[in-house]
């Protein structure tokens, strides 16, 4: 699949201000002087156990983190530290908290009856938006006079929240709130211990946490927030409401945000 941003991101190759080949110190050097130099300083390092980093985004070649273990072969020292500028590794830790897995897993829009969002362009920027759009969109056909429902709360307009059934507008800061409150309707539901939250009067709220209740199995609930607390909040949410091993899957996780704050702020420290 494609999307706009992946079909705009071609027109970096015509850019004509980029780069011809690589600088040293602003002078303009052959591939061959720079490889020599940089095997040259490694090679001091590793001789004197010095510590060597590689920082990059998140990687999914293999080919390209194959070399990357080649490298760390070659130089035991190196560590390669990865991090995103939009970061998932609050979900990530919080996967690791609830049921002992440090993924991020798949989600299967299509299967969902009931979907609600909590700060989560699913169709624009958040997650694998190209997979989530053609998921969400068979769910949004009218079959048997039939269609999934969605809720939306953000805080700016978003791709997702146009196309949301209801739309509500929340404080950034509210985004855990909403959250805690609609585990507490469901919680009560099912039986479960609830959390110490501010109560917020919107009747939103507690018609998006009915429906969940209603579509059990059958719904999902995903959130933008990249506080692991929340995240944890979220996955009980999603337990209680039996939608693993159907809207998401934990046994397929996915590679596409592996960035971690914790190792890039461990580098940032080092050096």
């Given at each position: 699949?494609?999307?706009?941003?992946?079909?705009?991101?071609?027109?970096?190759?015509?850019?004509?201000?980029?780069?011809?080949?690589?600088?040293?110190?602003?002078?303009?050097?052959?591939?061959?002087?720079?490889?020599?130099?940089?095997?040259?300083?490694?090679?001091?390092?590793?001789?004197?156990?010095?510590?060597?980093?590689?920082?990059?985004?998140?990687?999914?070649?293999p080919s390209t983190l194959k070399s990357i273990e080649d490298f760390k072969t070659k130089f035991p020292t190196t560590e390669h530290v990865m991090y995103d500028q939009v970061s998932m590794n609050g979900m990530a830790i919080a996967n690791?908290?609830?049921?002992?897995?440090?993924?991020?897993?798949?989600?299967?829009?299509?299967?969902?009856?009931?979907?609600?969002?909590?700060?989560?362009?699913?169709?624009?920027?958040?997650?694998?938006?190209?997979?989530?759009?053609?998921?969400?969109?068979?769910?949004?056909?009218?079959?048997?006079?039939?269609?999934?429902?969605?809720?939306?709360?953000?805080?700016?307009?978003?791709?997702?929240?146009?196309?949301?059934?209801?739309?509500?507008?929340?404080?950034?800061?509210?985004?855990?709130?909403?959250?805690?409150?609609?585990?507490?309707?469901?919680?009560?539901?099912?039986?479960?211990?609830?959390?110490?939250?501010?109560?917020?009067?919107?009747?939103?709220?507690?018609?998006?946490?009915?429906?969940?209740?209603?579509?059990?199995?059958?719904?999902?609930?995903?959130?933008?927030?990249?506080?692991?607390?929340?995240?944890?909040?979220?996955?009980?949410?999603?337990?209680?409401?039996?939608?693993?091993?159907?809207?998401?899957?934990?046994?397929?996780?996915?590679?596409?945000?592996?960035?971690?704050?914790?190792?890039?702020?461990?580098?940032?420290?080092?050096?």
């Open positions: 699949g494609t999307s706009a941003q992946v079909e705009a991101s071609v027109l970096s190759l015509y850019d004509d201000a980029r780069l011809k080949g690589p600088k040293a110190k602003g002078e303009n050097v052959t591939w061959e002087q720079l490889d020599a130099a940089l095997n040259s300083e490694l090679s001091k390092v590793a001789a004197n156990g010095g510590n060597i980093r590689i920082v990059s985004n998140t990687i999914l070649s690791e908290r609830s049921f002992g897995m440090k993924v991020i897993p798949s989600y299967d829009f299509s299967k969902a009856d009931v979907i609600v969002s909590v700060g989560a362009d699913f169709l624009g920027t958040w997650g694998s938006t190209i997979e989530n759009t053609y998921q969400y969109a068979q769910t949004r056909k009218l079959k048997d006079k039939k269609m999934s429902r969605h809720f939306q709360f953000e805080s700016n307009l978003t791709l997702t929240g146009s196309n949301a059934d209801y739309r509500s507008m929340i404080k950034p800061s509210e985004e855990g709130t909403v959250i805690a409150n609609i585990y507490n309707i469901i919680a009560g539901k099912a039986g479960a211990a609830s959390v110490n939250t501010k109560k917020l009067e919107q009747e939103t709220i507690t018609k998006a946490a009915n429906d969940l209740w209603k579509a059990k199995g059958k719904s999902l609930i995903v959130a933008g927030s990249n506080d692991p607390s929340v995240q944890v909040l979220v996955n009980a949410i999603n337990n209680l409401l039996a939608n693993y091993g159907t809207t998401i899957d934990l046994n397929t996780p996915v590679n596409y945000r592996k960035g971690d704050e914790a190792s890039m702020d461990a580098f940032i420290k080092d050096a």
